[in-house]
């Protein structure tokens, strides 16, 4: 919009006056939708949220009253802050195999991929166009305790009769970096693919072995992307429940089975609240990290 | 010990265990009562102006009072009410006589009333049930269901009855609940005088154990504490029924408790958990684990017990009931506030308290049976129920003999004498300080 450039200043000042109504409202207009959308399905329900998690509601009208008890938030992170650290760590834990498992196959793409990138991208992605649950369910029928993986190795004395995958920690990992995986995946491929190829030739002119081109040049080029990737996974693991109920056992609740039953099993309310304001915040600290270490300029690209 | 069953030759069409159906489908949560659930928490009621522009909705209530003269629920009321031949009946799944895939004593009603009913296996759990039919209860309007069962340990019976959510019964239509229930449901403490409620079934949370392994279960809640089984013992994730087995575990009687007992309790619950000796704290499918050996004791509802034991060839499940007792809860049916069907609802519900048709229903149920009379005619069966009783045994495959004289469907003098209630949360300041010194407990990280 810099279209009076180069214009004599007496015609370029009664142009810019005619369009100013128009210049100074069209960004507003331009995001009002997106505006209005943020408004109505995120700031406000995040505020109610907040506000019930101060509230004494009770349990048999679902009826509120504002009484700014902030006890609440003490109560329940006393109550629950070792289901939190599980959450942060299975959370962490199925993040970093994702990064781990998807960086060879987002390099392969990017680089050898050729004209077949957006084949193999759909490949990757081909399977979660069956639902979640349903996907998480299927995992759990497979790993049952007799089950057809289990139960084939136990009969044939691979396996001793007591070793179980369901109900432990590592079920409950490996569900999440499995469903997770795509999150992670694309915008670590997006970042290698962005790469300059010629950046590597010079790279490889001034005598860098294979190796160091890729210590030294590709992996830094893609640290935006891996941080995003990150907190793509990261978030929403920390916050899911449907792996752990499924997957999971009783000694490896995470925060978001406690918040689930919180609301639909005991109808507690404020406490649900409380506990889904503190998870909020930790994932904002996530945010944040991102924003001071990288700039929130790389957010933007990649999210 | 109740239970002596010799393990059971039958048909066993292993498809149609209803133990598994129902332990796969009917999550035994949450039975909490709280009949004055407005003592305290009536303080809560009531919606600020904040509250109003957040849009959360609140409630005006009324109190659950006795019908007033001419309003609904009373006898001049009841009397202008009409039979619509139609009525919505909201159940829990696998919990009424079933025969090639239809329910005889429903296909039985309509054809001796004209009355259609629409059956559904809505309820899967109270509370969640609860908060589903609660907007329409507090908009004034129809929930869709003009029967609804729900159990009395469990607060949502305490709220519907309190704020007036309930349509009173039209005693006068009650003929045969007043001649044949039984004393256990007739006048019970969570509903005196019946003027909202009649019981659908009953049953017992107590302990069931797999008695090729255990051999000397002993008498007593303390085989779930024993060491000898650790790592082998299911535990209810439950609060409600937790605590309870807790507070027996430390010689307290569960209903006259206090809250210095449940933190004892809780402590001991945490050192079952923490000794290793609990494999898990399950829902609805404590009875799978148990049959397929992950566990060998476990908390455990008297009816799937008794089903599996009944209807599975290799079944060795006994159920245990304590010296210690055995928490005992009953499923009520009530009709809902702005009912359509009112009339036929009652018509059904009464129809229910004939011991031809409890024969049948507890023929494939076996729970507590809440008419006596049943008995007698599972043992010498006439007419329409001796018919479909016998339409019913090639899928059950067993005498009717064996549901007659199982002390968990017809309890005897000792069954009876160790039937213990639940604690009545007295405010919600209570069920909040349980459900945080025992879901902690369950909800392990």
Not at chain 1, 67 to 77: A, K, N, Y
Not at chain 2, 398 to 413: G, I, M
Request: hydrophobic share 45%; net charge neutral.
């Amino acid at each position: 919009m810099t279209s009076s450039e180069g214009v004599a200043p007496a015609a370029g000042v009664t142009r810019r006056r005619r369009a100013r109504p128009g210049k100074v409202l069209a960004p507003y207009l331009l995001s009002l939708p997106a505006g209005l959308w943020l408004l109505a399905l995120f700031l406000v329900p995040l505020v109610v949220m907040l506000s019930l998690s101060l509230q004494t509601c009770n349990f048999g009208t679902g009826a509120c009253v504002m009484t700014w008890h902030w006890g609440e938030f003490w109560s329940q992170v006393s109550l629950y802050h070792s289901q939190f650290l599980t959450s942060i760590y299975f959370a962490g834990a199925a993040t970093i195999i994702d990064l781990i498992v998807s960086f060879p196959i987002a390099y392969w793409i990017a680089f050898y991929g050729g004209s077949k990138k957006n084949f193999f991208l759909l490949m990757l992605l081909v399977p979660f166009f069956v639902s979640f649950v349903i996907r998480t369910i299927v995992w759990e029928f497979i790993l049952s305790d007799q089950g057809i993986v289990l139960g084939t190795l136990k009969n044939a004395h691979l396996l001793p009769q007591n070793f179980h995958i369901l109900a432990t920690g590592y079920a409950v990992v490996a569900g999440l970096a499995y469903n997770y995986l795509p999150f992670t995946a694309l915008p670590l491929y997006v970042a290698i693919e962005r790469i300059d190829k010629t950046v590597l030739d010079a790279a490889y002119d001034l005598y860098a072995s294979k190796r160091e081109a890729f210590t030294r040049v590709i992996l830094p080029l893609t640290i935006p992307g891996m941080f995003a990737a990150f907190l793509l996974t990261f978030i929403p693991a920390l916050g899911d429940y449907v792996n752990q109920q499924i997957l999971g056992g009783t000694n490896n609740t995470m925060i978001g089975t406690v918040i689930q039953n919180a609301f639909l099993t005991n109808l507690d309310y404020a406490g649900g609240s409380a506990l889904s304001a503190v998870l909020l915040a930790i994932a904002l600290v996530g945010i944040f990290a991102y924003a001071r270490l990288l700039g929130s300029r790389t957010i933007e690209e990649y999210l | 010990m109740q239970d002596q069953h010799n393990p059971q030759p039958g048909s066993n069409d292993p498809a149609l265990d209803p133990s598994i159906w129902r332990g796969l489908t009917q999550p035994r949560m949450s039975r909490r009562q709280m009949l004055r659930a407005a003592g305290a928490g009536a303080g809560a009621l009531g919606v600020s102006a904040f509250l109003a522009a957040c849009g959360v909705k609140g409630a005006t209530v009324g109190g659950g009072s006795s019908p007033k003269p001419g309003g609904v629920g009373s006898a001049s009321w009841w009397a202008k009410q009409k039979l619509h031949h139609t009525v919505n009946f909201a159940n829990w799944p696998y919990y009424i006589d079933v025969l090639k895939g239809k329910h005889p004593s429903l296909q039985h009603f309509t054809d001796l009333t004209g009355i259609q009913v629409n059956y559904t296996e809505a309820i899967s759990d109270n509370l969640p049930f609860y908060a589903k039919i609660r907007p329409s209860l507090q908009a004034q309007q129809y929930t869709g269901y003009d029967i609804i069962v729900m159990t009395n340990n469990s607060p949502p019976l305490g709220y519907l009855i309190n704020y007036g959510w309930l349509t009173p019964l039209d005693q006068s239509a009650m003929v045969n609940f007043h001649k044949y229930a039984s004393p256990l449901v007739a006048n019970p403490a969570w509903d005196r005088g019946n003027k909202y409620t009649m019981a659908w079934q009953s049953g017992w949370t107590a302990i069931g154990y797999n008695s090729s392994v255990v051999k000397n279960p002993g008498d007593s809640v303390q085989i779930l504490f024993d060491p000898k089984y650790s790592g082998k013992v299911g535990m209810m994730a439950d609060p409600q029924e937790l605590g309870s087995l807790g507070l027996l575990a430390i010689g307290v009687e569960p209903a006259t408790s206090t809250e210095s007992d449940w933190a004892r309790a809780a402590k001991k619950l945490q050192t079952q958990k923490s000794d290793g000796i609990v494999r898990a704290y399950y829902d609805q499918d404590y009875i799978n684990h148990l049959k397929n050996g992950d566990t060998v004791v476990s908390q455990a509802w008297s009816g799937d017990i008794f089903q599996a034991d009944l209807n599975h060839a290799t079944s060795d499940l006994r159920l245990l009931i304590p010296h210690e007792g055995g928490m005992s809860w009953t499923d009520n049916m009530c009709i809902p506030a702005y009912a359509q069907n009112p009339k036929d609802a009652m018509t059904l519900m009464d129809y229910y308290y004939s011991p031809d048709v409890q024969a049948v229903v507890e023929y494939y149920n076996d729970y507590v049976c809440p008419v006596p009379l049943a008995q007698q005619v599972l043992l010498h069966p006439t007419g329409w129920a001796a018919e479909t009783l016998k339409a019913m045994k090639p899928s059950i495959g067993l005498p009717y003999s064996k549901t007659a004289n199982a002390p968990t469907v017809f309890p005897d003098k000792q069954a009876i004498a160790l039937s213990r209630p639940y604690y009545q949360y007295k405010s919600q300041e209570e069920l909040t300080a349980w459900n945080n010194l025992f879901l902690p407990i369950t909800q392990g990280s």
